[in-house]
């Protein structure tokens, strides 16, 4: 027998004038409905059972200054956000049905069409990158890792330092720029779930060379980083090498993020290698 869905606590009924509402989805930190309100019809209300949004306040403040190809926010309390409603189908679902490489296209276009903007606002308290990529600057840990897949760990690292004391064109970034976090609704593609991270323009594609999750590419993971790096370097407009690296350092600090676990199995060990490859030969 599966659990009851979680209940919509009665305050936020009252705050965003709720009528309806179905479960979505039950994360580890939030829970999310489709819901129905009188001042927006249809919408999507996220509540963040902590009690606060954590990392994520600073992202809604970002999406809120922007235009264009982000998601509207109609309303912000301490712990939730009721956002404009987005049917789908994510890129994610786009690359799993074999059209990856329109995907990763629209990707690179929605992220040029928001970072025409970032320079012009200025959002409150965004995360600077060097405090989000803290846990792998700060490593000791002793991490369940081969010999090898430490090496790569420290060559991670190694170039995140190199990358965050050399940054150039600095400015508010979506900070976690996806596949999963870009659906199409009415008004065409658009990103969610933002960080609000302050940092290095080249960063924002990053986190996307690890996405989509199932994705299976019809030529091979390093033919398909090395694609994605050239067309995201061509449509972006930054350099490719600067973009693998900072997908490197990206991967090594997801991991170490869950260094509770084993890690010797992970993918992740796979595809942070390939980069490491990839950015040396560039």
Request: aromatic residues 6%.
């Amino acid at each position: 027998m599966s659990p009851p869905a979680p209940t919509i606590p009665a305050e936020l009924i009252s705050a965003f004038q709720v009528t309806s509402a179905l479960s979505l989805q039950e994360l580890p930190k939030a829970q999310i409905w489709q819901v129905e309100t009188q001042a927006h019809g249809r919408a999507v209300l996220k509540h963040y059972t902590a009690g606060h949004m954590g990392n994520e306040a600073a992202g809604f403040r970002v999406l809120d200054q922007l235009q264009g190809p982000v998601v509207d926010i109609y309303q912000v309390t301490q712990n939730a956000a009721l956002m404009e409603w987005l049917p789908g189908p994510s890129l994610g679902d786009i690359s799993r049905m074999g059209n990856q490489e329109e995907a990763d296209r629209i990707l690179a276009e929605v992220a040029t069409t928001i970072h025409q903007q970032t320079r012009l606002i200025k959002p409150l308290d965004p995360t600077p990158l060097a405090t989000w990529f803290d846990a792998l600057l700060s490593l000791s840990d002793p991490l369940r890792v081969t010999p090898l897949q430490r090496q790569n760990l420290l060559r991670g690292q190694q170039l995140a330092k190199m990358l965050l004391s050399s940054q150039e064109d600095i400015r508010p970034l979506h900070g976690d720029l996806h596949h999963e976090n870009i659906r199409k609704g009415a008004r065409g593609y658009c990103a969610f779930d933002a960080k609000g991270l302050l940092g290095e323009r080249s960063y924002e594609l990053a986190n996307a060379l690890r996405h989509p999750h199932g994705l299976k590419p019809s030529h091979g993971k390093v033919d398909l980083l090395a694609q994605r790096a050239q067309l995201w370097g061509r449509i972006f407009d930054v350099s490719p090498k600067r973009l693998l690296q900072w997908g490197c350092a990206k991967s090594a600090l997801s991991m170490v993020w869950r260094h509770h676990l084993d890690l010797r199995q992970d993918p992740e060990m796979d595809l942070l290698e390939q980069m490491l490859v990839l950015q040396s030969r560039l």
